[in-house]
């Protein structure tokens, strides 16, 4: 049994709290918020303990412990974790500034410290096998990658106002699954948006509806649109075309079921919101980690591929502002922290 600790009772601790609580390999210690209130809440619910930070990071209680606190305490919570000889599963990103997040990665010397972020659209059922189809040739070289993330309602203004913008937060995911599916780490990035939703979007230096294209080394092209408002549920799906197929991981709908009419068939339509459609990779997430921890295998995303994904979002959202492709820069790292 593995012994975890999760920092951060929020919604998302919510989801991971269930998650540990009904995982049969983890020893769920307990749970640690800065609103002692709602930690003692989410403990409850889940048999489970509501501590302290102090007890959170004690490497004599505790084997692992997964990050879910607000954004501006993730490199100071994997720093710690770092420190003391924990493993560790993050929410991304590592620190909205790519700086920080650097920083705290290059202090961190990973050596036989399981570290993962959790870009948890690697571990969708659809996106896995398709990814394994690819690199195993069945479509060819790869020419062009289609991606679609679209969001049923716009998020509030005040979590847009601290997301970093829809490349950070929204796109972010696909620019890590680009790289993910295809094993190439994109070389310049193109990105232009609008705003159809509400003006004060645009009064946040933001955008809700967008398209980017990244170009590869090998000269494959990505193409990722993304919007945050669509009004008839939520929507990804991938397309890659290669020189000898396509690979296509489609719409996923809350059903199959089609009744037919006279001139007219109706379907099941999508789920009502992102976390719908993507909870089980949550669960999946947790599972890749925990059985990493136990047979003390290779894990990822790792610290490294986090911030990778982070740079394109960084050049991303650079081409935004100014119209104009830009060069992507990956982060130097020391040997330490491949």
Same mark, same amino acid.
């Given at each position: 049994? #593995?012994?975890?600790?999760?920092?951060?009772?929020?919604?998302?601790?919510?989801?991971?709290?269930?998650?540990?609580?009904?995982?049969?390999?983890?020893?769920?210690?307990?749970?640690?918020? #800065?609103?002692?209130?709602?930690?003692?809440?989410?403990? +409850?619910?889940?048999?489970?303990?509501?501590?302290?930070? $102090?007890?959170?990071? %004690?490497?004599?209680?505790?084997?692992?412990?997964? #990050?879910?606190?607000?954004? =501006?305490?993730?490199?100071?919570?994997?720093?710690?974790?770092?420190?003391?000889?924990?493993?560790?599963?993050?929410?991304?990103?590592? %620190?909205?500034?790519?700086?920080?997040?650097?920083?705290?990665?290059?202090?961190?010397?990973?050596?036989?410290?399981?570290?993962?972020?959790?870009?948890?659209?690697?571990?969708?059922? $659809?996106?896995?096998?398709?990814?394994?189809?690819?690199?195993?040739?069945?479509?060819?070289?790869?020419?062009?990658?289609?991606?679609?993330?679209?969001?049923?309602?716009?998020?509030?203004?005040?979590?847009?106002?601290?997301? *970093?913008?829809? /490349?950070?937060?929204?796109?972010?995911?696909?620019? $890590?699954?680009?790289?993910?599916?295809? *094993?190439? =780490?994109?070389?310049?990035?193109?990105?232009?948006?609008?705003?159809?939703?509400?003006?004060?979007?645009?009064?946040?230096? &933001?955008? &809700?509806?967008?398209?980017?294209?990244?170009? /590869?080394?090998?000269?494959?092209?990505?193409? #990722?649109?993304?919007? +945050?408002?669509?009004?008839?549920?939520?929507?990804?799906?991938?397309?890659?075309?290669?020189?000898? *197929? /396509?690979?296509?991981?489609?719409?996923?709908?809350?059903?199959?079921?089609?009744?037919?009419?006279?001139?007219?068939?109706?379907?099941?339509? /999508?789920?009502?919101?992102?976390?719908?459609?993507?909870?089980?990779?949550?669960?999946?997430?947790?599972?890749?980690?925990? $059985?990493?921890?136990?047979?003390?295998?290779?894990?990822?995303?790792?610290?490294?591929?986090?911030?990778?994904?982070?740079?394109?979002?960084?050049?991303?959202?650079?081409?935004?502002?100014? *119209?104009?492709?830009?060069?992507?820069?990956?982060?130097?790292?020391?040997?330490?922290?491949?």
């Amino acid at each position: 049994m #593995i012994r975890f600790a999760l920092v951060g009772a929020g919604f998302i601790g919510s989801v991971h709290a269930g998650n540990l609580a009904a995982h049969p390999d983890v020893d769920f210690v307990g749970v640690a918020d #800065i609103d002692p209130t709602r930690s003692a809440s989410l403990a +409850r619910r889940h048999a489970t303990t509501a501590i302290d930070l $102090d007890q959170a990071f %004690d490497p004599d209680s505790v084997d692992a412990v997964l #990050i879910a606190s607000s954004t =501006d305490t993730h490199a100071e919570h994997l720093r710690r974790a770092a420190t003391v000889g924990l493993a560790a599963l993050c929410e991304k990103p590592i %620190d909205l500034d790519l700086d920080r997040a650097v920083a705290v990665v290059t202090a961190i010397d990973l050596d036989g410290r399981p570290m993962m972020v959790d870009f948890n659209r690697r571990f969708d059922r $659809d996106y896995t096998q398709l990814r394994q189809a690819v690199r195993a040739g069945e479509v060819g070289g790869v020419e062009l990658v289609q991606m679609t993330t679209r969001g049923p309602a716009l998020p509030p203004l005040e979590y847009l106002a601290v997301s *970093g913008g829809q /490349m950070r937060d929204q796109t972010v995911h696909f620019f $890590d699954l680009a790289r993910w599916i295809t *094993g190439e =780490d994109p070389e310049t990035v193109f990105a232009t948006g609008s705003v159809f939703t509400d003006p004060r979007v645009s009064e946040l230096g &933001d955008v &809700d509806t967008s398209v980017v294209t990244l170009r /590869m080394p090998s000269g494959a092209l990505v193409a #990722i649109d993304s919007a +945050r408002r669509i009004g008839y549920g939520y929507d990804e799906r991938i397309e890659v075309l290669g020189s000898d *197929g /396509m690979i296509e991981a489609g719409r996923r709908h809350v059903g199959a079921v089609s009744r037919y009419h006279a001139g007219r068939v109706v379907g099941d339509g /999508m789920h009502a919101g992102w976390f719908e459609r993507v909870a089980p990779t949550y669960r999946s997430a947790l599972d890749h980690f925990v $059985d990493a921890l136990a047979q003390r295998e290779t894990l990822g995303p790792t610290l490294p591929e986090a911030l990778k994904a982070q740079a394109i979002a960084e050049a991303a959202t650079r081409s935004l502002r100014t *119209g104009i492709p830009q060069p992507i820069v990956y982060p130097a790292l020391s040997a330490a922290t491949h």
